[in-house]
């Protein structure tokens, strides 16, 4: 019987956890001219899907993922509305740095900073890249890792939403 209550505990505190993971924690981010917002208010747009990479300036597949998503979001915005919002993990050393990478790239989705790594933590993601999509304020989809190709997944996954 004790062992069959002690299952039943960590089942619960299991499901309960994977509930919890689909909502948006209000996490404090900040914009590149030092504005705060809460993350949580960047997946209220309705029924627009939002697209969220984590990244930093120093990890190569991000970069690589999110070059290919640059390229892409102009022809693929057409067929599926949508938004981008990318967060950097940069802490405080490399996160002064972020505005200018982000120029000399020409990303034209909105960049925000998660510098203490608070919304890392509460979203549980260990490492970069790392990809979601939110939709009417939940998390609907994961991604962790990029190899070239995965942002076509991303985008099939996208209009099946």
Same mark, same amino acid.
């Given at each position: ?38 993350? /949580?208010? #960047?997946? !209220? ?6 697209? =969220? ?6 990890? *190569?597949?991000? +970069? /690589?993922? #999110?070059? !290919? ?6 022809? =693929? ?6 938004? *981008?919002?990318? +967060? ?11 505005k ?10 909105? +960049? ?40 076509i997944?991303l ?7």
């Open positions: 019987m004790k062992k069959i209550s002690i299952f039943s505990f960590f089942v619960t505190v299991f499901c309960l956890n994977s509930l919890a993971q689909n909502d948006l924690p209000e996490v404090r981010i900040k914009t590149l001219t030092g504005k705060e917002v809460n993350f /949580n208010s #960047l997946g !209220n747009t309705g029924d627009t899907a939002v697209i =969220i990479s984590l990244w930093a300036t120093w990890c *190569i597949p991000c +970069i /690589n993922e #999110l070059e !290919n998503i640059n390229e892409q979001y102009e022809e =693929i915005q057409k067929e599926t509305p949508f938004k *981008i919002a990318a +967060i950097s993990i940069d802490d405080s050393r490399t996160s002064s740095r972020v200018s990478f982000v120029a000399g790239r020409g990303w034209t989705f909105d +960049i925000y900073l998660d510098v203490n790594s608070d919304l890392k933590r509460a979203l549980n993601i260990n490492d970069v890249p790392h990809i979601l999509i939110i939709k009417k304020g939940k998390i609907v989809y994961q991604h962790n890792g990029y190899v070239p190709g995965n942002e997944e985008f099939e996954k996208l209009k099946s939403l």
